[in-house]
């Protein structure tokens, strides 16, 4: 029973069922529970489960995680970037675990205390939104002096708040805000340049994804515009 999204995007799609893809995504245990949200990074996978419990599989699934994960019992959301994983708690408090060591991924900050409503992982990097519409980012990349265009340096309008929806990637991000407007920011990965902005006059939008070197964006008609490296998107006749 349950389903989840392993897209760009960390959510959980009620209705759409798992499609496993041989060597790619691997069959979860059988748990006979409903899966609420889940989130996946390569071939290491995380799901939460309606009894607030968290599940770890996968063959790049860490031992770290799944000891770290067991025994939790209120969980509300996942995200799973490069060896580590973080819980969201019912409570707004958040577990990470992590092999790696804090130089190459630091603990998660003190939050604010708005609860956190949607958190995104990249590919050693957190970013959190906030019922208050504020953002929280942490990881890797922040200590990372080759990356010129560092995500972590959050535009001021998005800093400013009424952030709707956001996502992460490698070393890009981008986030909806609540007067329709779209920022990205980051470095496009393999070429360092800045992070692509969003085309002009794009309306309508509802949610938006990262990737490493592009974005997409869903209005509210379910058509998808794409900008950046869309050779991914080309393929798939999007």
């Known amino acids: 029973p349950g389903s989840y999204d392993c897209s760009c995007d960390t959510g959980f799609t009620q209705n759409t069922p798992i499609v496993y893809v041989a060597g790619a995504l691997q069959q979860p245990p059988t748990v006979n529970k409903d899966i ?17 419990s968290v599940i770890a599989w996968g063959p790049d699934q ?37 092999s790696l060591p804090i130089t190459s991924m630091p603990n998660a900050p003190t939050l604010p ?29 922040q200590n990372l002096p080759w990356v010129t265009h560092n995500f972590h340096n959050i535009p001021a309008a998005v800093i400013a708040g009424d952030v709707v929806d956001l996502d992460c990637a490698e070393f890009t991000a981008i986030a909806l805000m609540a007067d329709g407007s779209i920022h990205t920011w980051g470095q496009m990965y393999g070429n360092g340049a800045f992070a692509t902005p969003a085309p002009a006059g794009l309306t309508g939008v509802v949610d938006v994804a990262a990737g490493s070197d592009n974005f997409a964006a869903l209005r509210s008609d379910g058509t998808v515009e794409t900008w950046g490296n869309t050779i991914a998107f080309t393929a798939l006749n999007i």
């Open 113 to 141: 205390a708005s609860p956190i409503v949607q958190l995104s992982g990249g590919r050693r990097d957190f970013c959190a939104r906030h019922a208050d519409g504020n953002i929280t980012m942490w990881g890797w990349t």
């Open 36 to 52: 609420v949200h889940a989130d996946s990074y390569g071939r290491a996978h995380l799901a939460v489960l309606v009894d607030g």
């Open 62 to 98: 860490i031992p770290e995680v799944i000891n770290g994960v067991a025994g939790i019992t209120d969980a509300a959301m996942v995200a799973q970037v490069d060896r580590t994983a973080v819980v969201v708690h019912q409570d707004g408090t958040v577990t990470q675990v992590t």
